[in-house]
């Protein structure tokens, strides 16, 4: 009777500890390897691949891979992202929904990331119905725009968010945003203008959306001491990005000279711009 009572007591304690040893063993005894190659294989495509050095088990429910790398197969040694870690938790409520849910977080490039993908199931990943991604404190200089040589030798430290998702209807077209918050950097200009062949800046703001096959910017604005830059105009997206084209315009602003103004229009492609001044 004695033991009877002191079983219902104690019978949390021992479901506890219960769940405590089980979890130990299954860490221990998590397949890291095997659970490393099911991923990578899961997340491959014909546009991307993932690759890893190590993965575990993260709680409660997913698994963290460190030393991540990002990579189109077409174009294996320049990587389009590399993070210090990345950690994947499935949405198991998702099971009971149309779409599927998968929630992520990490470091990388000095900042650090959280978002989540919506898919048409958890056995086709590819491509993602649905996206949201946030990051702060990302060190541009640390980042390699493969591919994007005008983006190349710009530093500062880069936050905003992402965020696009395909209608049920038509599955094509996605509404999506973009915000992008720049501090304490500088920008390499194509070419030099007036003496000058960079741009430092103190703060800049990006806004845009895709629309159309096209990334189109609402507002460009880069401020510094020297010289104010604000531009709009889209981007025609390419399968070869380098190959997309640009059709900016705007003006650069002289705080130092009574905010003199001179007209400005970006062309060429990602891979070979020029500026045109007016």
Not at 203 to 212: L, N, S, V, W
């Amino acid at each position: 009777m004695n033991r009877l009572r002191f079983l219902k007591k104690n019978i949390l304690w021992f479901t506890l500890y219960g769940m405590g040893i089980t979890a130990v063993f299954f860490y221990i005894l998590f397949p890291s390897e095997l659970a490393k190659q099911r991923l990578e294989e899961w997340m491959r495509s014909p546009a991307l691949e993932l690759k890893s050095a190590s993965l575990s088990p993260s709680l409660p429910f997913g698994v963290t891979l460190n030393n991540v790398i990002l990579f189109s197969p077409q174009t294996p040694d320049h990587p389009l992202f590399r993070g210090d870690r990345l950690d994947i938790q499935p949405a198991w409520w998702s099971l009971f929904s149309k779409r599927k849910y998968v929630n992520f977080s990490g470091q990388a490039y000095n900042g650090y990331f959280d978002g989540r993908v919506g898919l048409k199931s958890f056995t086709q990943p590819f491509p993602p119905v649905e996206g949201r991604l946030n990051f702060s404190n990302m060190d541009l200089g640390k980042i390699v725009f493969a591919g994007v040589s005008f983006l190349k030798g710009v530093t500062g430290t880069a936050g905003g968010s992402f965020s696009y998702v395909f209608s049920e209807a038509t599955d094509r077209n996605p509404a999506s945003s973009l915000a992008l918050y720049l501090t304490k950097g500088s920008y390499p200009l194509p070419e030099p203008f007036l003496g000058v062949s960079r741009i430092d800046f103190d703060r800049g703001e990006i806004h845009g959306k895709f629309k159309g096959g096209a990334l189109k910017f609402e507002k460009i604005e880069i401020y510094g001491t020297l010289i104010n830059c604000i531009l709009s105009g889209e981007i025609s997206l390419a399968e070869d990005v380098a190959n997309s084209k640009l059709d900016l315009k705007g003006f650069l602003e002289f705080p130092d000279k009574r905010k003199m103004k001179m007209n400005v229009t970006v062309g060429g492609t990602i891979g070979s711009p020029f500026l045109r001044y007016i």
